[in-house]
């Protein structure tokens, strides 16, 4: 912030004197930090571009030639319709996700910001920041070969007692490789996101709000619930679309944890329903080639433009939130 | 100024007046029972934390060995127990020092045109365009960095220099991020006092703002490095497997710590007729996959470690 301060002088006397400071090697690295800058938004519309143009062969395919060139491609699908149960099966994992982890992380948050011990925050924060760390291809496995048959007698049991619930009925998978399990490892994968920022604006809760409930005989509850939350609505909001953005493309785990299918079921307990875009394109694309390599980079370009879409959105609401907030 | 109204209200309103003026057992319940709820979640994240760092630790531990880490996987079949990882390790290496390579310059030149020149619309769809590529899905990388190569190359390329530009994408974002930030935190007053002294611009950053915040700047670089040192996705889609040492990220396939891992998982046990002998483990694919797994846990927590403390130890005392 202090920067901008010392800015406007500075502007004023380069404009005055611009042969004087604004020549040679200033210039010139003035110059490469521009083009700098510059470099990122051409990599972004490189990505787009690279993608529609290797993708733009399956999208302008009539559905003979996708069933004919791609393999297991059902016979009369357009490729919105081959695609659409991929679609349903990511937002259904990233929504499920998001539904366990933004309770969850909201504690967390609160934790860190408001009830653990000053000295100690950093700490802890630093520890659920460790989760982020954590390779995907290590949670798939530790999901595989220790979470799912861990939990598989608790899904087993929702399924038997609760399977009148549209989610838990259907056929539950003995080997818990199904949409439930991928929800709560993408869950835990999420968390450190969904947290970091939630804490980050919930510490911004200006103190006088705080001092004020205080001061009025809240609890310590109340205090959250009617200065903090208040204040890091907009903020957890944004958070929470970050980590969907995340559950979105997140690939390793639901590749190796889920058994794959293509349908539009609800029964998150059952195996061989689901399947994410990117874990198809992942499990098919070293086996792929020609056309078929085309259909699953057009696959990836619908993951692109709804994980754009969705950090886009997130990204405002934060912007938004920055010049309104009134703490600032 | 809407939010000190809202949040401030409780004052004002009657309702709550009342609910303070009493003293209420309800309230201290809620109180309490919120405080419980939000100890466990914390507990909550902790669990998976800890299960998962002690399950690959125990499942690794037995499989790391001088030949496990010195050896690659070529001529190895079934379940046989010889072979290990020291093709993947290189892979890794090489693949990441080459990311790193590409998107440090980048981000760092970024971070700077952002803190110290940055102003209009240019600077301002920068931040925003590096915020939303943060979120840029790893594969959406690995199949961008395919597509650019497979227009020059032809679609059957596998090099490691493929997976560098895939990393990059998702790396780059990321030094910008945390380097910016660090940019920031170098006083004003460092730098009038350059300008005073007459140096240049671009030497009162190069000698002064980039030499005070060297130490953020190198945790920064080394936490990126952390984050896509254990990409699997991207690198399975533009380098490929290979079961023998390959040094040259500009020619053939490579194999890397997290592809291998993920490799390993997905054969399954080896059929061993007789039983477990010395030539012959049932399930030494899953015990490979959870040693590989141990040691690129291992190095992602020393990237983190390493990264905080050289803040720690390094950062000039400012103020």
Not at chain 1, 118 to 139: E, F, K, N
Request: with cysteine.
């Amino acid at each position: 912030m202090s920067t901008t301060i010392s800015r406007p002088p500075a502007r004023g006397s380069r404009r005055r004197r611009s042969s004087t400071t604004d020549r040679g090697f200033n210039r010139v690295f003035r110059w490469i930090a521009v083009g700098a800058g510059a470099t990122i938004l051409a990599v972004l519309a490189a990505v787009a571009l690279f993608l529609i143009s290797e993708a733009w062969p399956a999208i302008m395919a009539s559905p003979e030639e996708l069933a004919s060139g791609v393999p297991r491609y059902p016979e009369d699908t357009s490729l919105l319709g081959y695609l659409g149960p991929l679609v349903y099966g990511t937002i259904l994992a990233a929504v499920l996700a998001l539904v366990i982890a933004v309770p969850v992380s909201m504690g967390i948050a609160l934790f860190i910001s408001h009830y653990a011990p000053r000295r100690l925050s950093q700490l802890l924060g630093a520890l659920v920041d460790l989760l982020a760390a954590i390779p995907s291809v290590i949670y798939g496995l530790w999901g595989f070969f220790t979470l799912a048959p861990v939990l598989t007698p608790f899904w087993l049991w929702l399924n038997d007692n609760l399977g009148w619930f549209p989610f838990w009925g259907g056929q539950a998978s003995p080997t818990g490789r199904s949409m439930a399990t991928v929800g709560i490892v993408l869950a835990i994968m999420i968390l450190p996101i969904i947290t970091a920022v939630s804490r980050e604006v919930f510490l911004q809760t200006p103190r006088l709000h705080e001092e004020a409930a205080l001061a009025l005989g809240a609890t310590r509850w109340e205090v959250v619930r009617t200065a903090v939350l208040p204040f890091g609505r907009s903020g957890v909001i944004s958070a929470s679309m970050l980590g969907l953005g995340r559950a979105l493309g997140e690939t390793m785990a639901v590749l190796m944890i889920l058994s794959p299918g293509f349908t539009y079921s609800l029964d998150i307990l059952a195996a061989g329903q689901h399947q994410t875009i990117a874990a198809y394109i992942a499990a098919d694309f070293p086996e792929s080639t020609g056309l078929g390599v085309n259909t699953l980079i057009a696959a990836g370009l619908a993951l692109f433009v709804i994980t754009l879409a969705v950090n886009m959105a997130a990204r405002w609401v934060v912007a938004r939130r920055k010049d309104f907030s009134g703490a600032n | 100024m809407s939010v000190a109204t809202e949040s401030s209200s409780p004052g004002g309103s009657p309702d709550t007046a009342r609910l303070l003026a009493t003293v209420d057992p309800a309230r201290r319940r809620t109180d309490r029972t919120m405080q419980v709820l939000i100890y466990i979640a914390f507990a909550l994240a902790m669990i998976p934390l800890i299960w998962l760092i002690w399950t690959v630790v125990a499942q690794g531990a037995d499989r790391i060995s001088i030949d496990f880490l010195t050896q690659s996987m070529r001529n190895i079949f079934g379940g046989d127990p010889r072979g290990g990882i020291y093709h993947a390790i290189a892979g890794t290496v090489i693949i990441t020092l080459l990311a790193t390579v590409i998107s440090v310059p980048i981000g760092i030149l970024t971070a700077i045109y952002l803190v110290e020149y940055g102003k209009g619309w240019l600077a301002r769809s920068v931040t925003f365009f590096v915020d939303v590529m943060t979120g840029i899905p790893s594969i959406v990388a690995g199949l961008f960095a395919f597509s650019l190569f497979a227009l020059i190359f032809g679609p059957s390329v596998r090099i490691g220099i493929m997976g560098a530009v895939a990393l990059s994408v998702l790396m780059i974002p990321v030094v910008v991020r945390s380097c910016e930030e660090m940019l920031k935190l170098v006083p004003n007053e460092l730098r009038e006092a350059s300008y005073a002294l007459g140096v240049p611009k671009w030497l009162t950053i190069v000698k002064v703002v980039l030499r005070t915040s060297v130490a953020g700047l190198t945790t920064g670089v080394l936490l990126a490095v952390a984050r896509v040192v254990g990409e699997t996705a991207p690198l399975l889609v533009t380098v490929g497997v290979t079961d023998s040492i390959n040094f040259n990220p500009f020619e053939g396939r490579m194999m890397t710590l997290p592809v291998f891992a993920y490799r390993q998982y997905s054969q399954g046990n080896a059929p061993c007729p007789g039983g477990d002998s010395a030539t012959c483990v049932a399930d030494i694919a899953s015990q490979n996959a959870w040693g590989a797994a141990l040691v690129l846990i291992a190095m992602v927590l020393a990237l983190n470690l390493i990264g905080r403390l050289i803040t720690r130890w390094f950062a000039p005392k400012l103020g």
